[in-house]
């Protein structure tokens, strides 16, 4: 193999591995700030994936190159194919962990009292954080055994996200109908909860391409 | 680091000696040091053609006519010098210890292996035996060969295979300490494997030499190459970096030439 080959395909893996490194980062301080009404770290958080469109589209076009010189083939073919998209997911989980983070800035700034809803929130943000986490160690690992569990973990975690979601809707409209002057900010808070039920969602799709690279079969999103 | 230009092309036309009209019209090309350049096009377009001009290997058959300037960088004064107006047989073949080449079929000698590498720096004057031993094993090493045939070195070459022989005459070539290195198809006659082990090669050998590489395999020019000719008719349609000529050409014959549309 010829040798900046083998770099080039480094480098995009380098790339990619990034890009999901800053989303980790992020979320954990827009949970943070959530946990923590802290308003200066969901800005931070906004902040650290302003550029994660740019970062895509340079992963975009060194793939495009990678495959337009180089024709990889068999495996190489997959993982290259399968950086291009995950990049492209985890772009869209910044989308919503930005837009989560401007909600619970909204949320901060206008005092909503999540009540009996809280520790349901928090778990459901954790599950939300455990799918994704493993997602990118699947990424990451290149062992087979450990992937096959992280692939688990993750579709585990996004059923969570689910349940939780629901639970947490009900109680919301129960709440909703208990003080209805509330329930724009409650319906604006639950919108960016769903952000991080899409996050699970994309999680999964992430996982799916660690394992469609390492293990090969159809591609089905 | 800036580009360096070693060889410069300019407006170069070439005839065969049997036929009417010129082989190659107008070429321009510029060749940079320690690069990869790949010549491309169908078969007839003229890359072959302009590939041996460039160490007037054509002059081996007499009547062949040049015009336009083909001019080399000489290293030591840093002038450029147009090899066209080389004359005398030393100074070709001066020429060709600088610009050396490998062909498309490996040509071994039918003598031992340290010979086959030894007899260039012999033909250059070198006489000291441990020099030479010295220089035998730095080209061997330096194309990846040595490990096959260090402990066979008195054995013919051509018991070795097709793809140990192309590396054991691009050793032979290395061995002269060649500014420029002419490939032509250097691997369309050899398997998957040898071929990777000469692209391995070839990648390696631009640290210290230029390298121009003609070939039919699309992949291989793009996987290889640093810059990219396109060749159609005797005429260079298009030259770029190879990243811009296998992603978005100007010239839509490149195009329809490197998507299988004709050729």
Redesign the interface.
Known sequence: ?????KEILKKNQKRVLALAEDVLKAYELAYEALKESDMDKASKARDMLKDSHDKNSKIDNEI??TL????PEARDLRVVIAYLKIASELTRITDYIRSFAKRVKIQISSDLELGGLQDDVYAFAQSAYKSLRASINAIKTDSEDELENLYRKVNVEESKCDDILSLIEKKLIEQICIVPENASELISFLNGLRRLERISDRSVNVVKLAYFAQKGGKLKL | MAKEMIMEIKDFYFKYASASEPSLKGINLPVFKNKITAMIGPSGCGKSTLLRSLNRIHDLYPGNEYKGEVNLLNQESGEFENILKLKKENELIALRQKVGMIFQKPTPFPMSIFDNVAYGLKLAGIKNKSEIEEKVIKALKGSAIWKEVKDRLNQSAMGLSGGQQQRLCIARAVALKPEILLFDEPTSALDPISTGAIEELISELKKDVTVVIVTHNMQQASRLSDYTAFMYIGELIEYDKTSKIFLEPKEKLTEDYITGRFG
């Open positions: 193999m010829l040798q900046n080959y495009i190159k337009a010189l180089f024709s």
